[in-house]
């Protein structure tokens, strides 16, 4: 069964500096995807960045980037230049096949981040 | 641009008792799936449904039925209320799938229905 793993449950940041979220994954598709979410505390989810397995590069999205080592089968998120509004939860989740050619996604448990001025 | 609108946004309920939770989404999107999130935890997928017409079971499905009403709209019902089903309700909407060419597209989530059940 595919998994999910932050195993960072709160994480302090200072202000402008960079910040590196963990996410380890468990998967025998030779295809797959992976997403990160951020979820401010007024609750909604946002979507920050995909990193598919079978991409060359990295992802990026303004100061958001994925560490991606497919070997060590993690996709860490990497926040530069951190700011007051980025303190949130960040949850990594995995795309796994459905039917009829959907997907579902399997979520990890999150990682609470507080940045400090 | 309103997305995915999920209503309503906060419930209680007492044991026992019924609701069904309302989803409709804008963006023309063939999939669209309920998660519940609990404390401390990343959300669960409840059920999903790939196409109008059509719905499969996710992690957690006890307790709850689904009902894709046409393209735009999906449903979710507690037939008898039970203090564990108390979460946060989130539904979600995709074009994706699991096509290469459709792979990165992301699910878009409503703003989620907090129900508590006493």
């Known amino acids: 069964a595919q998994k999910i793993t932050q195993t960072q449950p709160g994480m302090f940041v200072q202000e402008k500096e960079a910040v590196t979220l963990d996410c380890t994954y468990d998967?025998?598709?030779?295809?797959?995807?992976l997403f990160w979410y951020k979820q401010p505390s007024s609750g909604e989810m946002i979507f920050l960045i995909y990193?598919?397995?079978?991409?060359?590069q990295n992802a990026t999205e303004g100061r958001y980037s994925l560490n991606f080592q497919k070997a060590r089968k993690s996709a860490n998120l990497v926040i530069s230049a951190s700011q007051l509004g980025d303190s949130a939860m960040y949850f990594c989740a995995m795309r796994e096949a459905a039917m009829d050619s959907s997907y579902k996604l399997i979520f990890g448990s999150g990682t609470r981040l507080l940045v400090r001025p | 641009n309103a997305g995915v609108t999920q209503t309503p946004k906060f419930q209680v309920l007492k044991t026992g008792q019924s609701m069904t939770l309302q989803c409709a989404q804008d963006m023309n999107h063939n999939s669209m799936y309920w998660y519940r999130q609990d404390p401390g935890m990343g959300l669960r997928l409840i059920y999903y449904?790939?196409?109008?017409?059509?719905?499969d079971k996710g992690e957690v499905p006890n307790g709850y039925n689904v009902s894709r009403l046409n393209k735009r709209e999906f449903s979710l019902r507690l037939e008898s209320a039970a203090p564990s089903q108390t979460s946060v309700y989130f539904c979600?909407?995709?074009?994706?799938?699991?096509?290469?060419?459709?792979?990165?597209?992301?699910?878009?989530f409503g703003d989620g229905t907090r129900l508590s059940i006493l």
């Open positions: 990193q598919g397995s079978y991409d060359e």
């Open positions: 449904s790939a196409s109008e017409g059509t719905t």
């Open positions: 998967t025998s598709d030779q295809s797959y995807g």
């Open positions: 979600a909407s995709t074009s994706g799938s699991g096509r290469d060419r459709d792979s990165n597209q992301p699910q878009h």
